[in-house]
């Protein structure tokens, strides 16, 4: 664990404490943390934070110094009565050693506990920047950089706790700030010192939201959004976005929320040694290969808990690494969202498909909030990546062993959303598509065994095609006007009576038993199908 003694004192100088002295050679690296009391034996203190409790303003000189002595970095005392703090101030620039006042009314096992965190972060970042360049960690946070820039229409930036560039999205129409940025792979210390001042690093640091930060053209500083990148109370670094010359994309501080989100588990999984990334396990979930109490112990999801899965996809490519291409950007906006909307939720791809799995929902209906969400992120798909995407949202299953059932049931949604017409909506749930489901399977059934087919519609079809007839439209008009002639004929906008001479020469060329309601039904799916295979077929003009 090291790090530069300012950068772990960033929120916590001029609010919990003081900095009167930094040693003469500049901020030294702190390489860890003690805390000791009078009692205890000053040891080999090398590059270490001493916090020296139990003692207070001219009590804490000795110990100061034995601290010096033991090759401390800097040691933290309270000063107690005002004087004191002159007294240790000159007794530590003597020594050389930094001192760092604190505050009366701070407790130290708070401010221990929040510098202790701050150098497990740095920790951690040192450890993400040490790998090759490479790396699948590295990899990833560089894709997800790539995959932000897209969606919120900015430039895209990944630091850890000190202020270094982990990854960053490609651009030309850089800013200043930006420019050094990238150069020296650190935020300039002018300008972060600029946006201490400001408040922006403190509101980034208090929490999970998005921040603002405005233009300041006389610095070369164009507008940014803001968000810090947190693992539980753990700060473990920030996302910064610049604007370009357009405005931000609609919802992109909810895509920037999921960003983050994405970019803390990156991160942690690069320090736990993690292999199997969670969409490869969500993959074995959806397609039954896992043991799924094995896998949510993994994943820290309730086996027992409702989930339900939602399926992207858009048209068929014939081209296999354009879809993969296709696949893996809409993967990515579905990722930020999904994260953003749920925290917990995993995504991943099976054959081109994207799916997102929610555990934790209600078990008895589909939030409207989730509705919102999934209409956003084909929005999104369609709007920023170009790809003319579709959703199909299952039914909650009651735990995590229906996974691939719901799986099913949302690819059966999709493939009713792809046959309907231009008119069909581009998100849906089953209850909303039960019926085009149903027939779906059932064209696919028909088409899948000739030989259930009744063979008086072929006839049709052969005398339309010799005699040039209409046989085959008139009689699917008529099962479609559910045998009312008049509203029938008016759709084919021929005269009633042609439209019954029609029918009864259909019914002498196929023998179909019109008046038997089981025929009937057999016969209408049986048009449809033909319709919609002519329909595919038929070139166009």
């Known amino acids: 664990m090291s790090t530069r003694l300012d950068q772990l004192l960033d929120g916590i100088e001029g609010t919990l404490a003081e900095l009167p002295v930094a040693p003469a050679t500049g901020h030294p690296t702190v390489a860890g943390l003690a805390i000791l009391d009078p009692d205890d034996e000053f040891r080999d203190h090398h590059g270490e934070l001493v916090l020296m409790i139990g003692v207070r303003g001219r009590e804490a000189l000795p110990f100061l110094r034995a601290a010096a002595r033991s090759g401390a970095a800097a040691v933290a005392v309270k000063p107690g009565p005002s004087g004191a703090v002159e007294e240790l101030a000159q007794a530590a620039i003597e020594a050389g050693v930094g001192l760092l006042a604190v505050r009366p009314q701070v407790r130290w096992d708070q401010l221990g506990a929040l510098l202790r965190e701050r150098l497990e972060s740095a920790e ?90 405005e233009a300041h053209p006389e610095l070369g500083i164009r507008p940014r959004l803001a968000i810090g990148i947190r693992a539980g109370s753990r700060y473990l670094g920030t996302i910064w976005v610049q604007r370009l010359a357009e405005p931000f994309a609609p919802k992109a501080e909810d895509a920037l929320v999921g960003a983050a989100r994405l970019a803390a588990a990156e991160i942690l999984r690069r320090r736990t040694g993690t292999r199997q990334h969670p969409d490869e396990q969500l993959v074995e979930l959806l397609t039954g290969r896992a043991n799924t109490d094995l896998v949510a112990g993994r994943l820290g999801l309730d086996p027992a808990a409702p989930v339900l899965v939602v399926a992207f996809d858009g048209p068929a490519e014939p081209d296999l690494p354009t879809r993969e291409l296709h696949s893996e950007q809409a993967g990515a906006v579905v990722s930020m969202y999904a994260t953003a909307y749920h925290r917990a939720a995993l995504v991943g791809a099976v054959q081109g498909r994207v799916y997102a799995m929610l555990s934790g929902v209600r078990a008895d209906r589909i939030d409207p909030v989730l509705l919102a969400w999934v209409r956003d992120v084909v929005d999104v798909v369609r709007s920023r990546v170009g ?120 019914r002498d060329v196929s023998g179909l038993a019109l008046d038997d309601p089981a025929e009937r039904l057999s016969c209408h799916l049986q048009l449809v199908l033909l319709s919609r295979t002519l329909a595919r077929t038929r070139p166009a003009h």
């Open 387 to 506: 790809l003319p995407w579709r959703a199909g949202i299952s039914s909650p299953v009651g735990s995590l062993a229906g996974l691939p059932g719901a799986r099913d049931e949302a690819d059966r949604v999709l493939d009713a959303l792809a046959r309907g017409s231009g008119a069909a909506p581009l998100v849906a749930t089953i209850s909303e598509l039960r019926a085009d489901v149903l027939f779906g399977e059932l064209f696919e059934l028909l088409a899948a065994r000739p030989e259930l087919r009744h063979p008086g519609i072929a006839a049709l079809v052969e005398q339309d095609a010799r005699r040039g007839g209409e046989l085959v439209g008139s009689l699917l008009a008529y099962l479609d006007a559910l045998g009312d002639v008049r509203a029938a004929a008016e759709a084919l906008h021929v005269h009633p009576n042609t439209l019954r001479h029609r029918l009864r020469r259909a």
């Open 124 to 213: 951690l970042a040192t450890e993400l920047l040490s790998g090759p360049a490479q790396d699948k960690q590295s990899e990833d946070l560089f894709a997800l950089a790539e995959s932000t820039a897209l969606v919120t229409g900015g430039i895209v930036s990944i630091e850890d706790t000190a202020n270094r560039v982990l990854a960053y999205s490609r651009s030309d129409d850089v800013d200043e700030l930006r420019r050094l940025s990238i150069l020296g792979w650190q935020g300039p210390e002018k300008y972060m010192s600029m946006l201490r001042e400001w408040g922006v690093m403190a509101r980034l640091r208090a929490g999970e939201q998005v921040v603002h930060v």
